[in-house]
C-alpha cells in the first residue's frame, strides 16, 4: 500500500487497523500516535488493552490495512466495503455469520454460503414467495436471489443460465443445489400433470443415496459431480431435466477410511433387512459385511436409515421404476455386500482358491443368478492372450482380492450409471425445450496427505472453472467501464493458463500418462521420470520433491502448492476389469437386470484383461461416448482422456450460458453449529475465487455510486452555492474540491466510480462534518439550555427575595403589635395578682384569729379536764393495785400449767422432727412434684392467710374473754368469802378451759374443712366458667362457620351461574370461530374448485380446438360452472365423457389420464364442496340451537305465580272470542249483503267492517301493552320468589342457634351443621342433576315448540287454500279451541302446588308468552287480510258506482278512461322476455356492458334489478325450466366475462357489486320473514309465489365469494409493485434516512425519481378503488372488509420486505414507516373506515417500526420490548434485532448479549416458528344482509342497454 495524501490523513491517532496474527489470521489495533512519513513504526493498542509496536517492512514500506467504519460492518455486499482487503471481508463475514446468524453474503456476482451446521427456517414457501419477482440487490443475500436471477434472466435475454456451487467437501454444495432447484420447481410450475417439478426434486433422494456417503467432514458428502439442466418451454414453466455425473468415488466401495461410511444406500438396506420383501437378499446388520464395517461408523446421529430408505423408494416410484426394478436394484447391491465377503485363501504363493460352499458366494451366485463353479473359478484365475492362443494363469490372492473388489466397483459404477440413465428418462419430456438453467454440484479443491489420481482430476476441474470465472469477472469489469464509457486500463489478474497447458496441453501431465498407458511395459516410474524429464526445468509449476521420485508437486491457483504421489496413476487411468468375470455375469439367465447392466460392456473392458492395482481413491464412471466405434476395443479412451473431454463439455455449456456463483464455506472441521475458524475460512476464501474477486475490483474502481446517491449521501459537505440545478455537474464541482487526485475517481454516465478507500475517505469528512455540526448543535443547545437555566434561576432569586422581604416587613409589624398587646396583658395581670395577694393576706389574718381563739378554748377546757381525769386515776390505781396480786396469783396457776404443757410439746416436737425428716427425705426422692408442692405452698398461704383470720377472731375472743376473767374476777373478789366454792370450782375451770381447748381445736379444723371447700368451690367455679366461655368460643366459630357455608353455598351459586353465563359465552365464541374458520375454509376450497375448473375449461378449449377439423364434432360449451353442476353434473359429466371419447382418437400429444384424473377431482371437489356445505349449514344450525337454548334459559328464569297467569289467560281467552264474534259479524255481514251492493262505501256492512277494522287495531296494541306489562311483573314475581326462598333459610338457623345454651346442646347442634352442610351439598348436586335434566327437558321441549311451529305453518298454507271467509273462521277457531284446552288444563290444577309443580307452570308461562307472540303475528296477519278485504270492498263499491251511471255517461266513457292511471299505478315491477332473447339478454346486459358507463350514468346494481326483474316473471308465470337457464346463464356469463377480464378492477368490483345486489334480491323477494323485516308493504306483495331459490342462493353466494377472491387478487397485483417503494423505499421525510455505500449489487433508489412508486402513489390507488366500489354501489360492509384485506397485505408485505432486507432495518427507517403508517390511518379516517379492523392489520407493522426506535441495552428496554412486541413473533423480533444496522456513526448497534437476552424472556410464548406473514391469506368474507328500499315498479330500463325486447308487467 503506497503512502499518500489521503493515507497520512486516514493513519491518525484512533484509526483502526489490521496487523497479521498467527491464531486469528487478522487482529484489530488502534494507532495510539499519528503516523508521520519516514516513520519505521506503528505505535498500536489490540482491542484487549495489549500496546504494540507495529514495524514496517523497510524494503516496501507498506502500511498495514486500514479498517472499514462500524456503520460498513455486516454489510450484504463485501463490494460495498470501502477498503477490499482479505481481513476486511474475513471481519465482514464472521460478523454477519456469528452476531447476526446471516449465512449468505455477496461479494460482486458470488454468493458466499457458510455451512451453518443447523437447520434454519429461511427456505420455506413463504421465503421464496418473498424472492419471486424482486430484484437481487433489493433483498438480503440468499440462494432463492440467485436462482430468481437467472430465472428472471433466462426469461428477460433468452439466454440459458448456470448456477454452479463449488466448495470443500461437508460447505453445503449439495444442500445449496436442492434449495435452488426447489425454488424453480415452486416459482416455475409445470405443463402438465405429471408434476416434473416434482421429480426433478424426487430425483435428489436417489442421488443421495446412491451417490452420497459420510466422511469425517460431511455426513451427507457428494461423492460425485453432477450438472442438472432444468428444461423450461415458452411460457418457462418446468418441462423436464437432464442430469450429467462426473467422477464417481468407486474406491468407496471397497475401502473406507476411519469414521467414515460407504454409500447410503448399503445401510439402508441392511438396516431394512428385516422386511418381508427383503429376506431373499439375504441381508443383516452393517457390521457384519466387509463393505460396510472398515470406517467402523455405520450409524449417523439423527438420520434413520429406514426410513430413508422409504423415502428412496417412493422417490423410485415417482421416477416411474416400478418394484420389480426396484428389488432387482435391491439384489444388486445386495450381491455386492455378499461378494466383498468372500474369502480367497492362499493355495501356494502364486495362486489361490475359494473354499467350497462359500456362503456368501453362493448367495452372490443366486442373487445374480450365475454358477457357483464359474464364479470361484474367474475370480481366481485369468486369461492371457497372444497371437496365436490363450493361456489360463492363476492369480495370487492379493491379485484375486484385488480383482473381487474391482469386479464390485465396476458392477457398482454400472449400476449408478443405470440408474442416471433412468432418471434422464423419467425427467424428459415430449414437450420441445425453449431454454434451460443448470446447476452445478461440483467439488472444490481437495489437498490430502496422500494424493493420487482423483485429486489430481478434481483439482484439474477446478482450474478449468475458475479460469472460466476469472474471465466472466474481468469481462463484466469490461462490460460495466465501457457501458459506463470511462477509460478502459487493463486490470492485472492471475491467470492459471500456464497451470492448465501444464496438465492438458500436448506432452502435458495427461498427454505422458495416456502415452505411458499404452506402453506394454508401462510403470508408474517411468511416467514420473518422463514427467521430471519434460517439465522440470521449463516449467515453473511444476516442482520435483526433494526427498521423493515418485512424485511431482504442481502449484495450483491461490499459490496452493499441491504434492501427487505418481503410485496408482497408470492403473486409475486404464480402470482394468477381468472380461472373464463380466462374461460370466453376463451369461445369467435369470437376472435380466444384470445383463442389461453389461449390454455395452465390449466399449468398457480392458483388452488386455489386466488387474488393477490397489489404490486410495479412486473415482471413476464417466459415461461412455455413444458415438465411439463399438468395435474397437484397442482404442479404449482412458478415464483421463474421457474426463478432459466431458469436462471441456461442460465448459462449453457453461461458457454459452450466463454463469451464476454459489461458493460453499465451511466454517469449521468440527461440524459445530455457528462456529467460525478464521483459518479454514481464509483458506476456503483464497482457494474459491472471492479473494480473487475482491482484488479484482479494487485494482479498478470498486466502489460505484449513481449521481443522486452521491448527492443525497454527501449533501452536508456541499454548501449552498455549490448546489447547481444540474446534480451530475454539481457532483462533479464538489469531487474536484474534496479529492484532489483525480485518478481517485471517474465520472461515467450514471454513476461514479471510486478507486479502493476513497469512499472510507469520503465518509471520514462527512463524519468529521457532522461531528463539528454536532459540536455547534451541542454547543448552542447547551448555552441555551444554560442561559434558560440562569434566567429560571435569577427569576426564582427575585421572587425568593420579594418573598422574603415582605415576610421579614409582615413579622416586624406583628412583633410590635405583640408587644403593646403585651404590655396591656401584663398591667391587667399585676392588677389582678395584687388583688388577689390583698384577698389572700385578708383571708389569712381571720384564719390566724380564727386558730388562735380557738386554741384559748382549749387550753382552758384541757385544765379543767386534766382535774377531772386525775380523780379517775386515783380510783383505777388503787383497782390496779388489787388486781395486780390477782394476776400474781394467777401467773403462778399459769406457769405450772405451762411446764405441764412444755412437757407434752417437746414430745410432740420430737414426733414432728421426725416427721420433718421423713418429709425432707420424700422431696428427695420426690422432686417430681414440685408443681403439687406449689400448688400445696399457693394452698398453705391461703391456710395462713385463713389462719390471720382466725387469730384475729381469736384475740377478740381473748378480749371478750378478759373482760369476761375481769368480770370473773370481781365475782371472785366479791365471792372471796366464798373460798372454799371456789376450791370446789376449781377443778371445773380446769375441765372447763381443756374444753376450751378442745373447742379451739374442733374450731380450727372447721375452719380448715371450710377453706378445703371453698377453694373446691372456687376451682370449679372456674372450671365451668372456662367451659362455659369455651362452649361461647365453639359456638360463635359454629356460627362463623355457619355464615361462612351459606356465602359459600351463595357464592358457589353465583359461580355457577357466572360459570354457566361464561361458558355459554365461550361456546357461542367458539360456535363463531368455529364457523368461521369453516367459512374460510369452505371458500379456499371455493379457490381451488376454481382454478380446476379454469385449468378444465382451458383443457377443454384446447382439445375442441385439436377437433375442429373433424366432421361432425360436437363443441361443448366451456363456461359450465361448478355451480350449475350441482343441479345438471350427471349429463354435464356425460358429455364430457362423450368429448373426452371423441378427443382421444386425434390428441395423440395430450395426456389423456389427465382427462380422468381432472373429473375424478371435479367430483370429489363436488362431493367435499357439498359436505362442506352441509357442515356449515350444520354448524349455523348448532349456532341458532345455542342461542335458542340460551334465549329458553333466561325466558324460563323469568315466572310468576299462577294466580296472575290464569287471570291474563282468562283475559286472553275472553278477548279471543270477542275476535271470534267479531269476525263473525263481519262474515255475516259481508254474506249477508254481497248481493245487494251493501258492500258499497256508506253501506252499512261498509260501516261494521271499518268500525271492526279499527277496533282490532285498538285491541291489537292493548294486546301489546298487556304483553309487556305481563312480562315485566312475571320477572318481578320470579325475583321475589327468589329472593323469599333464599331468606328464610338462614333466620330458621339463627333462631334455632340461639335457642341453644347448654353445652351439650352446642357440641350436636355443631354435629347437626355439619350434617346439614353434607345434606346442603348433597341437594345442590341434585339441583346440579335436576337442573341438567330440566335443560335436557327444554331442549326436548323446545324441539316440540318447533315441530308444533311446522304444524302451524302446514296448517296455515292449508288455510291460504281455503276462502278468505272460511280461512278467517278456521284460523280464529283453530286457535281458541288450543288456547281454550291449555287454560283448562291448567285451572284443573293446584295453584299451591310444591316447588316442582311451579317449576312446570312456569315451563307452561314461558310457552304461553312464546304462544302469544305468535298469536300477535297471527293478528297482524289477520290485519293485513283485513286491510286487504277492505280495498277489494273499496273495489267492489267504485265498481257499482260505475254500474248506476246513465246511458249517456257511458257512452262518454270511451273518450274518458278511467283506468288508465291505475294500471300504471298496479305495475308488478317484473319484466317479461322471450326464451329465444335469453341469449340476447345475458349478451346486452352481461357480456357486451361497460361497467364504467353504467356506474357513471345509471343506478348502481341496475342490472342486477333488471335480472331479478326477469326472474319474477318467470317464477310468475310458473315457469320452472325459464328460471333455471336464466339464472345458470347468468351465473356462466358473469363467470366468463371475469375469466375474460379478470385483471380489469373496475369489472371485477362492478359483478362483484351487482352479484351481491342480485344474491339480497333473492333474499328480500323470498317471502322468508327473517329477509322481510325492512321491506315496505309494496315490496312484499313482489315476494316470489312459486319457487324456492335458497339453492340457487347458495350458489350465487358461492359466485359471490370467487369473485371478492379475484378482486383481491386484482388489488393485490396493482398494490404489489407500489408498496415495497412506497412504504420502505422511497423517502417521504425527506433527509431523515442516509444512503449508505451499496456494492456491486445496487439496491432499488430511495429517492423519488419518474416512474417510482410513492406513499401518495398507493394512497390515491387506495382511494381509487374506494371511489370506484362506491360508484358501483357495493355494500359498506363488504367495503370494509375490501379494505381490510388491502390493508393486511400493504402490512404483511412491508413486514416481510422489512425482515429480509438488512439495509432498511435502521433507526431512520423505523421513523419513516410510523410515518407512513399514520398517513394510512388518515386515510382511513377520512373515509370513515377506522371501525373496519384495517388499522388492526397493521399493528405488526407499527410494532417492528417501534422495535426499531426504542432502546435495546439495558433488561429495561427488553422487558419493555417483549410488552411492546406482542403482535410480532418471537422469529421475527429477534430477525429484526439481528438485522438491525446503524447508518451513520451514531448510532450503536444491538449486542449479542441484549439478543440473547430477548429470546430467553420470550421463549415461553405459544407461537409459530414462521418468520414472515402469509401475503396469500385472505379473511373469509361474508355478505350481510342489505335490503333495498328501491321500488321495482319505479325502475326505468335505458335505452343504452338495447333491451327493448323486455316487456314490463
Given at each position: ?11 491518525v ?37 495489549t ?5 514496517l ?20 455486499d ?8 482479505e ?46 419477482g ?21 426469461a ?35 405443463t ?17 443415496a ?27 414453466r ?5 442430469m450429467?455425473?462426473?467422477?464417481l468415488?468407486k ?37 457384519d459385511?466387509l ?43 445386495a ?15 502364486d ?6 460352499n ?8 443366486e ?59 423419467a ?39 475458475q ?16 457501458k ?35 506402453m506394454?511395459?508401462?510403470?508408474d ?33 491461490a ?34 437386470l ?32 455413444k ?32 454463469p ?7 466454517p ?20 474459491c475465487?472471492?479473494?480473487e ?40 464541482n ?16 450514471t ?21 463539528v455540526a ?21 427569576s ?14 409582615r ?12 404590655t396591656?396583658?401584663?398591667k ?47 380510783k ?50 420426690n ?8 400448688q ?56 372447763l378451759?381443756?374444753?376450751?381447748e ?5 374450731l380450727?379444723?372447721?375452719q ?62 367458539q ?21 380446476l ?60 389420464s ?8 371435479l ?5 367435499e ?21 340460551d ?35 263481519i ?18 256492512a ?53 335457642k ?13 351443621l355439619?350434617?346439614?352442610?353434607r ?15 330440566e ?8 324441539q ?22 272460511a ?16 287454560n ?15 317449576v ?9 308468552m ?22 277489494r ?8 258506482t ?20 291505475r ?8 319484466l ?14 352481461i ?5 364504467r ?5 345509471l ?19 310458473n ?34 357489486s351487482?352479484t ?27 315476494t ?13 353466494s ?17 398494490l404489489?409493485?407500489?408498496?415495497v ?33 410513492t ?83 397493521l ?9 426499531l ?56 410464548r405459544?407461537?409459530s ?17 342489505n335490503?333495498s ?20 308487467v
Open positions: 500500500m503506497n503512502m499518500n495524501r489521503e493515507l497520512e490523513y486516514m493513519f491517532q484512533r484509526a483502526r487497523v489490521w496487523i497479521p496474527d498467527a491464531e486469528e489470521v487478522w487482529k484489530s489495533a488502534e494507532l495510539t500516535k499519528d503516523f508521520k512519513n519516514g516513520d519505521a513504526s506503528l505505535q498500536l493498542m489490540l482491542e484487549d488493552g500496546s504494540i509496536e507495529h514495524k517492512d523497510p524494503k516496501t514500506k507498506n502500511l498495514p490495512y486500514l479498517r472499514n467504519p462500524d456503520i460498513l460492518v455486516g454489510e450484504n463485501l463490494t460495498a466495503l470501502s477498503y477490499l482487503h481481513p476486511a471481508v474475513l471481519h465482514n463475514l464472521k460478523v454477519r455469520f456469528i452476531d447476526s446468524k446471516l449465512i449468505y453474503t455477496y461479494c460482486g456476482i458470488v454468493l458466499v454460503a457458510i455451512n451453518p451446521y443447523e437447520t434454519l427456517g429461511i427456505y420455506g414457501t413463504d421465503i421464496i414467495n418473498a424472492y419471486s424482486q430484484n437481487m440487490g433489493d433483498m438480503d443475500p440468499h440462494i432463492f436471489a440467485v436462482a430468481e436471477e437467472a430465472y428472471k434472466q433466462m428477460r435475454d433468452e439466454r440459458n443460465q448456470s448456477i454452479i456451487v463449488s466448495g470443500e467437501s461437508g460447505a453445503g454444495k449439495t444442500v445449496s443445489a436442492k434449495y435452488a432447484m426447489r425454488y424453480f420447481a415452486t416459482v416455475s410450475g409445470s402438465s400433470e405429471a408434476n416434473v417439478e416434482q421429480k426433478v426434486l424426487a430425483s435428489n433422494p436417489i442421488m443421495e446412491i451417490g452420497n456417503a459420510k466422511t469425517t467432514r460431511n455426513d451427507n458428502s457428494s461423492r460425485f459431480g453432477k450438472y442438472i439442466e432444468i428444461g423450461f418451454d415458452t411460457r418457462y418446468i418441462i423436464g431435466a437432464n450429467r455425473t462426473y467422477l468415488e474406491s468407496r466401495v471397497v475401502f473406507q477410511a476411519d469414521e467414515e461410511r460407504n454409500y447410503h444406500i448399503f445401510y439402508q438396506l441392511c438396516a431394512s433387512s428385516h422386511l418381508p420383501e427383503f429376506k431373499t437378499l439375504k441381508l443383516s446388520s452393517a457390521n459385511f463393505y460396510t464395517r472398515q470406517g467402523r461408523s455405520p450409524v449417523i446421529h439423527g438420520v434413520d436409515d429406514t426410513k430413508e430408505l422409504s423415502t428412496t423408494r417412493n422417490a423410485f416410484t415417482l421416477l416411474g421404476i416400478n418394484e420389480s426394478y426396484q428389488m432387482g436394484l435391491f439384489q444388486v447391491l450381491a455386492i455386500l455378499h461378494l466383498g465377503n468372500v474369502e480367497i485363501k492362499d493355495k501356494d504363493s495362486s489361490s482358491l475359494i473354499p467350497p462359500n456362503r456368501h458366494l453362493t448367495a452372490f451366485c442373487l445374480v443368478g450365475v454358477t457357483y463353479q464359474d464364479m470361484s473359478q474367474w475370480l481366481c484365475h485369468r486369461k492371457l492372450k497372444t497371437a496365436t492362443e490363450t493361456y489360463i494363469k492363476t492369480l495370487p490372492r492379493l491379485q484375486a482380492t484385488n480383482a473381487r473388489d474391482a469386479l464390485a466397483k465396476h458392477i457398482y459404477a454400472k449400476l449408478f450409471n443405470w440408474i442416471v440413465e433412468h432418471v434422464n428418462k425427467l424428459i419430456t415430449n414437450i420441445k425445450q425453449h431454454s434451460f438453467i443448470g446447476v452445478l454440484d461440483i467439488y472444490g479443491f481437495e489437498t490430502f496427505e496422500i494424493n493420487s489420481f482423483e485429486q489430481f482430476c478434481i483439482n484439474y476441474a477446478n482450474e478449468k472453472l479460469q472460466q470465472f476469472n474471465m466472466h469477472v474481468f469481462k463484466l469489469e469490461q462490460e460495466e467501464y465501457m459506463e464509457q470511462i477509460p478502459w486500463t487493463l486490470i492485472d489478474f492471475y491467470d492459471n493458463q500456464p497451470c492448465i497447458n501444464l496438465i492438458e496441453a500436448k506432452m502435458g501431465i495427461l498427454d505422458l500418462l495416456d502415452e505411458e498407458c499404452k506394454p511395459k508401462g510403470s516410474d517411468s511416467w514420473a521420470q518422463k514427467l521430471y524429464n519434460t517439465h522440470l526445468k521449463t516449467c515453473s509449476l511444476f516442482e520435483k520433491p526433494r526427498m521423493s521420485n515418485r512424485a511431482f508437486i504442481i502449484q495450483h491457483f499459490d496452493k502448492q499441491v504434492e501427487y504421489q505418481c503410485e496408482g496413476f497408470l492403473e486409475k487411468n486404464k480402470d482394468t476389469v477381468n472380461e472373464d468375470q463380466i462374461n460370466v455375469l453376463k451369461a445369467s439367465k435369470k437376472f435380466d444384470l445383463v442389461e447392466l453389461f449390454q455395452d460392456e465390449e466399449k468398457t473392458t480392458s483388452p488386455t484383461g489386466q488387474v488393477p492395482g490397489t489404490g486410495g481413491r479412486t473415482r471413476l464412471s464417466i459415461k461412455p461416448d458415438g465411439r466405434d463399438k468395435s474397437s476395443k484397442e482404442h479404449k479412451k482412458t478415464v483421463g482422456c474421457q474426463f478432459r473431454n466431458s469436462l471441456q463439455m461442460l465448459m462449453d455449456t457453461l461458457n454459452a450460458t450466463t451464476h456463483y454459489v461458493r460453499c464455506i465451511k469449521n472441521d468440527f461440524k459445530l453449529a455457528f462456529s467460525f475458524d478464521p483459518k479454514r475460512a481464509v483458506q476456503q476464501l483464497r482457494a475465487g472471492v479473494l474477486t475482491i482484488r479484482i475490483s479494487a485494482a479498478g474502481f470498486p466502489s460505484r455510486w449513481t449521481y443522486q446517491e452521491f448527492f443525497s449521501r454527501y449533501r452536508v459537505l456541499m454548501k449552498q452555492k455549490d448546489v447547481l440545478s444540474d446534480k451530475k455537474l454539481t457532483c462533479r464538489v469531487l474536484e474540491k474534496l479529492v484532489q487526485d483525480q485518478d481517485k475517481y471517474q465520472f461515467g454516465k454513476k461514479i466510480f471510486f478507486r479502493a478507500g476513497q469512499v472510507a475517505y469520503l465518509e471520514k469528512l462527512r463524519a468529521d462534518k457532522l461531528r454536532c459540536i455547534r448543535i451541542q454547543k448552542t443547545i447547551r448555552c441555551w439550555l444554560a442561559r434558560k437555566k440562569y434566567l429560571r434561576k435569577r426564582a432569586a427575585i421572587t425568593i427575595q420579594r418573598f422574603t422581604r415582605g415576610y421579614q416587613a413579622c416586624l409589624a406583628k412583633f410590635m403589635r405583640r408587644t403593646q398587646a403585651a396591656i396583658i401584663q391587667y395581670q399585676r392588677m389582678c395578682m395584687e388583688r388577689k395577694r390583698y384577698r389572700q393576706k385578708q383571708a389569712a389574718a381571720l384564719v390566724m384569729q380564727t386558730i388562735l381563739r380557738a386554741y384559748m378554748a382549749r387550753q382552758k377546757y384541757q385544765g379543767l379536764l386534766r382535774e377531772h381525769n386525775a380523780v379517775i386515776i386515783q383505777r390505781v388503787r383497782g390496779w393495785l388489787a388486781r395486780c396480786w390477782y394476776k400474781r396469783c394467777l401467773v403462778s396457776l399459769v406457769y405450772l400449767q405451762c411446764c405441764f404443757r412444755r412437757m407434752k410439746a417437746r414430745r410432740e416436737l420430737k414426733k414432728l422432727k421426725i416427721e420433718a425428716r421423713s418429709v425432707e427425705h420424700f422431696k428427695k426422692l422432686k417430681g412434684m414440685e408443681n403439687k408442692i406449689m400445696l405452698q399457693r394452698r398453705i398461704d391461703e391456710q395462713t392467710k385463713d389462719n390471720r383470720s382466725i387469730n384475729e377472731k381469736l384475740v377478740s375472743l381473748e378480749t371478750s374473754s378478759t373482760a369476761e376473767r375481769e368480770r370473773m374476777r370481781g365475782e371472785l373478789s366479791r365471792l372471796r368469802g366464798v373460798e372454799e366454792d371456789a376450791k370446789n370450782k376449781g377443778n371445773q375451770v380446769t375441765s378451759l381443756e374444753q376450751l378442745k373447742l379451739k381445736k374442733e380450727s379444723s372447721t380448715k374443712e371450710k377453706k378445703t371447700i371453698e377453694d373446691w368451690a372456687q376451682t370449679y367455679r372456674d372450671e365451668m366458667e372456662k367451659m362455659v366461655s369455651e362452649l361461647k368460643d365453639q359456638n360463635c366459630s359454629l356460627k362463623k362457620e355457619k355464615d361462612d357455608l351459606n356465602r359459600l353455598i351463595q357464592e358457589q351459586s353465583q359461580q355457577m351461574t357466572e360459570k354457566m353465563a361464561r361458558a355459554i359465552v365461550e361456546k357461542t365464541q360456535l363463531e370461530t368455529d364457523l368461521n374458520e369453516e367459512r374460510s375454509r369452505y371458500q379456499n376450497l371455493l379457490t381451488e374448485h376454481l382454478r375448473e379454469e385449468k378444465y375449461d382451458d383443457l377443454k378449449e384446447a382439445m375442441v380446438s385439436s377437433n375442429v377439423s373433424k366432421p361432425g364434432h360436437r363443441r361443448t360449451d366451456s363456461t359450465h360452472s361448478s355451480n350449475e353442476s350441482e343441479y345438471t353434473y350427471n349429463s354435464e359429466y356425460a358429455e364430457l365423457e362423450e368429448g373426452s371419447r371423441a378427443a382421444e382418437d386425434v390428441t395423440r400429444g395430450m395426456d389423456t389427465l382427462t380422468l384424473k381432472l373429473q375424478k377431482r367430483t370429489e371437489l363436488e362431493q364442496k357439498q359436505s362442506l356445505r352441509n357442515e356449515l349449514e350444520n354448524r349455523e344450525d348448532q349456532f341458532q340451537r345455542a342461542r335458542a337454548r334465549d329458553v334459559e333466561f325466558k324460563k328464569a323469568r315466572g310468576a305465580e299462577l294466580e296472575y297467569e290464569s287471570l291474563k289467560r282468562q283475559e286472553l281467552e275472553s278477548e279471543n272470542k270477542k275476535l271470534k264474534h267479531d269476525l263473525a259479524e262474515r255475516r255481514s259481508l254474506l249477508g249483503n254481497a248481493a245487494t251492493g251493501a258492500g258499497a262505501p256508506g253501506s252499512p261498509y260501516k261494521v267492517v271499518l268500525e271492526q277494522l279499527n277496533a282490532s287495531c285498538e285491541e291489537l296494541e292493548v294486546r301489546k301493552e298487556e304483553v309487556l306489562i305481563l312480562r315485566s311483573q312475571l320477572v318481578s314475581q320470579k325475583e321475589a320468589l327468589h329472593h323469599k326462598e333464599t331468606m328464610t333459610e338462614p333466620s330458621t338457623y339463627v333462631e334455632d342457634v340461639s341453644l345454651k347448654d353445652a351439650g346442646e352446642l357440641k350436636q347442634a355443631y354435629i347437626g355439619k350434617d346439614t352442610n345434606l346442603l351439598e348433597h341437594q345442590l348436586q341434585t339441583q346440579r342433576r335436576s337442573y341438567d335434566s335443560v335436557e327437558s327444554l331442549r326436548g321441549e323446545l316440540n315448540v318447533k315441530e308444533e311451529n311446522n304444524r302451524q305453518q302446514q296448517l296455515l298454507a292449508q288455510n291460504l287454500q281455503l276462502p278468505p271467509e280461512r278467517i273462521e278456521a284460523s280464529l277457531q283453530h286457535e281458541i279451541t288450543r288456547l281454550t284446552n291449555e283448562l288444563e291448567l285451572l284443573a290444577e293446584d295453584p299451591t302446588a310444591s316447588r316442582e309443580a311451579r312446570i307452570i312456569l315451563r307452561r308461562m314461558v310457552d304461553l312464546e304462544q302469544l307472540e305468535k298469536q300477535d303475528r297471527t293478528i297482524r296477519k289477520l290485519k293485513k287480510q283485513l286491510k286487504v278485504y277492505s280495498k270492498i273499496g273495489e267492489m263499491g267504485a265498481g257499482q260505475e254500474g248506476q251511471t246513465s246511458p249517456g255517461q257511458m257512452v262518454d266513457e270511451p273518450i274518458h278512461p278511467v283506468n288508465i292511471p294500471r300504471e299505478k298496479d305495475f308488478q315491477g317484473m317479461e322476455y322471450k326464451k329465444e332473447d335469453e341469449l340476447k339478454l345475458v349478451k346486452n346486459l357480456l357486451e356492458l361497460k361497467p358507463g353504467v356506474a357513471v350514468n343506478i348502481p346494481g341496475l342490472p342486477a334489478y333488471i335480472l331479478f326483474m326477469c326472474l319474477r316473471h318467470a317464477d310468475y308465470v315457469d320452472d325450466q325459464k328460471v333455471r337457464t336464466l339464472l345458470t346463464s347468468t351465473i356462466n356469463s358473469i363467470k366468463k366475462i371475469l375469466k375474460k377480464r379478470g385483471d380489469d378492477f373496475e369489472t371485477v368490483s362492478f359483478w362483484l351487482n351481491c345486489r342480485f344474491l339480497h334480491c333473492l333474499k328480500q323477494y323470498s317471502g322468508d320473514e327473517a329477509f322481510m323485516k325492512h321491506n315496505t308493504q309494496r315490496q312484499n306483495e313482489h316470489l309465489s312459486n319457487f324456492d331459490l335458497a339453492e340457487y342462493r347458495q350458489v350465487i358461492d359466485l359471490a365469494i370467487q369473485i371478492y377472491q379475484q378482486l383481491i387478487k386484482c388489488m393485490e397485483n396493482i404489489q409493485p407500489m408498496i417503494s412506497g412504504m420502505l423505499e422511497h423517502e417521504t421525510i425527506q433527509g431523515v434516512s442516509g444512503v449508505k455505500p451499496t456494492g456491486l449489487r445496487k439496491r432499488t433508489s430511495s429517492i423519488a425519481d419518474e416512474g417510482t412508486y406513499l401518495d402513489s398507493i394512497l390515491r390507488q387506495l382511494s381509487a378503488f374506494h371511489s370506484t366500489m362506491c360508484q358501483h354501489g357495493t355494500d359498506p360492509e363488504l367495503i370494509k372488509q375490501v379494505v381490510k384485506q388491502q390493508f393486511y397485505i400493504i402490512g404483511a408485505v412491508t413486514l416481510n420486505n422489512l425482515l429480509l432486507r438488512k439495509d432498511m432495518c435502521s433507526w431512520s427507517k423505523g421513523m419513516q414507516i410510523r410515518y407512513n403508517v399514520s398517513q394510512l390511518e388518515e386515510w382511513l379516517r377520512d373515509k370513515g373506515l377506522m371501525i373496519c379492523g384495517a388499522k388492526e392489520t399493528e405488526p407493522l407499527i410494532q417492528a417500526a417501534q422495535l426506535q426504542v432502546k435495546k441495552k439495558t433488561d429495561e428496554d427488553a422487558e419493555a420490548i417483549c410488552s411492546m412486541c406482542l403482535a410480532l413473533t418471537t422469529a421475527q423480533i429477534v430477525k429484526v434485532l439481528n438485522l438491525y444496522t446503524p447508518v451513520n456513526e451514531f448510532e450503536e448497534r444491538v449486542s449479542v448479549a441484549f439478543i440473547r437476552t430477548i429470546q430467553t424472556r420470550l421463549r415461553d405459544c407461537e416458528p414462521q418468520l414472515l406473514m402469509d401475503t396469500k391469506m385472505i379473511y373469509p368474507v361474508t355478505f350481510p344482509f335490503p328500499s328501491l321500488a321495482l315498479e319505479t325502475i326505468q330500463i335505458p335505452s343504452s342497454l338495447n333491451l327493448s325486447f323486455l316487456t314490463r
